[in-house]
């Protein structure tokens, strides 16, 4: 009962991060194309389309690296990881877990540190102050880290999941290890 209850508020907010991502990827479609429209057409433009557009791109780059970050998707090399032994996989995720967590505590900290100086420092067409800009690394650094640690604690559970097991497959490269050990198994008969 109570882990369903977590995951769907832990699926609602991802659902709540995938929104942000589409309002981030919707405007900077709007104000960009709205801007080109207007140049072209009408000889005028949108002041703050530029701005606006880089701003959203860094709120989506930062979201976007937790969603995939969930989802496995970011590249990984887990040749050296394939050919340990049990234990010393998981050793090995687990430092690999350490370091990721000791990053976005950097990231964190960068960004508090820079608080007071990025209030006081304006965008110079919109006039806001850059830490609303910026303030996307506490919550990209806060929700990899809360991933991240879960995902260390899991990894000396009982029953938890081979480190082993590549996380970093995706679709194409899974067809082609399958027709491989397909062709492998008719030669052997």
């Known amino acids: 009962m109570q882990s369903s209850v977590i995951n769907r508020i832990v699926d609602g907010y991802f659902k709540l991060l995938e929104f942000i991502l589409f309002v981030c990827m919707a405007g900077m479609v ?3 194309f709205g801007n080109v429209v207007l140049r ?4 005028s433009g949108i002041l703050v389309s530029e701005e606006l557009s880089r701003f959203l791109f860094i709120w989506m780059t930062f979201i976007g690296a937790v969603v995939v970050l969930r ?3 970011h590249l990984g090399m887990d040749t050296v990881i394939k050919m340990l032994p049990l234990n010393g996989a998981k050793v090995a995720k687990a430092i690999s877990d350490v370091l990721v967590i000791v990053c976005c505590v950097f990231l964190i900290a960068g960004t508090w540190e820079q608080h007071e100086v990025n209030m006081g420092n304006l965008s110079p067409v919109m006039m806001v102050p850059l830490e609303y800009v910026y303030s996307v690394a506490y919550i990209s650094g806060i929700s990899m880290m ?3 640690a879960v995902s260390l604690v899991s990894t000396f559970l009982p029953g938890a999941r081979d480190p082993r097991q590549s996380l970093f497959v995706d679709a194409e490269e899974e067809a082609a290890l399958n027709s491989i050990d397909a062709a492998a198994g008719k030669s052997d008969t």
């Open 146 to 148: 809360v991933i991240t």
């Open 40 to 43: 072209y057409g009408f000889n």
């Open 30 to 32: 709007i104000t960009v």
């Open 71 to 73: 989802e496995h998707g």
